[in-house]
């Protein structure tokens, strides 16, 4: 005998109806913290001793601590919250190589560095160049007569910062227009905080005296740089026609 469509209906049960619990909303993202502490690891390899100085944004030690961690084998690895790794030689402190947080340079493109100190100026500076290309492997750190040695001009360069080694105020961030938005910036100013760290100079900072682009781009600085970002006090143009401007007017052109 056929059952009838009501009674086939009727025999099928019921979904059970879940058991739910009323919660109350997440809570927002605790704020991020801004200590930074740096921590000194020692790299062994076949080759010649190198240590790594790596900043790390987390709340485990004080800001500015510096922790020798080299009796432990890191085993290439870095502590949680890492942010610049500068890669340098026992013998001599030569950086070899730096690398920076994927999370800071994620769409920023593979980049290698030249370290240039200007010694001739009233004002002891430096600055850190960025290029592209194959004459270095990403991350390395040269000096400029090895940039022109491999063929390459310092005009070439695709970004640079430079900064005054003494006060740690940061006088240009340039990036050529079609890097902008990639994180270029962001990946070689995080680079040149390690590299100033290493040389014993003053932390990276601003005076407030921004462009419009310069001001956009500190807004979205990692929550690290918040205690050395000063409030927007002067505002400047963003032409890269005004070479007349000095400091930090050209901020972020």
């Not at 502490?37 to 001793?49: E, H, I, Q, T, Y």
């Not at 100026?121 to 000096?143: C, D, N, Q």
């Amino acid at each position: 005998m056929s059952m009838t469509a009501a009674a086939h209906d009727a025999a099928i049960p019921a979904p059970a109806i879940p058991h739910l619990r009323a919660v109350p909303p997440l809570p927002d993202p605790a704020p991020g913290t801004t200590a930074v502490w740096w921590a000194r690891l020692l790299r062994r390899g076949p080759g010649p001793v190198e240590y790594s100085l790596v900043a790390v944004n987390s709340d485990r030690f004080p800001d500015g601590t510096p922790v020798d961690m080299t009796a432990v084998d890191a085993r290439g690895r870095r502590p949680a919250g890492w942010q610049v790794d500068v890669r340098h030689r026992a013998s001599d402190d030569r950086v070899v190589r730096i690398d920076v947080a994927e999370e800071l340079s994620d769409t920023c493109p593979p980049m290698w560095f030249a370290e240039v100190t200007h010694a001739t100026g009233a004002v002891p500076a430096a600055s850190l160049l960025a290029f592209r290309g194959s004459a270095f492997r990403p991350g390395t750190v040269v000096r400029p007569h090895e940039v022109a040695a491999a063929g390459v001009r310092m005009t070439d360069r695709i970004a640079e910062v430079r900064w005054w080694i003494r006060s740690g105020l940061v006088d240009t961030v340039t990036v050529e227009p079609v890097y902008r938005g990639r994180g270029v910036a962001r990946t070689l100013v995080t680079a040149a905080e390690g590299l100033r760290f290493l040389r014993g100079w003053a932390p990276l900072r601003s005076d407030g005296r921004l462009t419009d682009a310069g001001a956009a781009w500190l807004e979205s600085a990692p929550a690290a740089w918040a205690p050395r970002l000063a409030a927007r006090c002067e505002v400047l143009p963003d032409a890269d026609a005004e070479e007349e401007l000095t400091g930090v007017a050209r901020l972020l052109r």
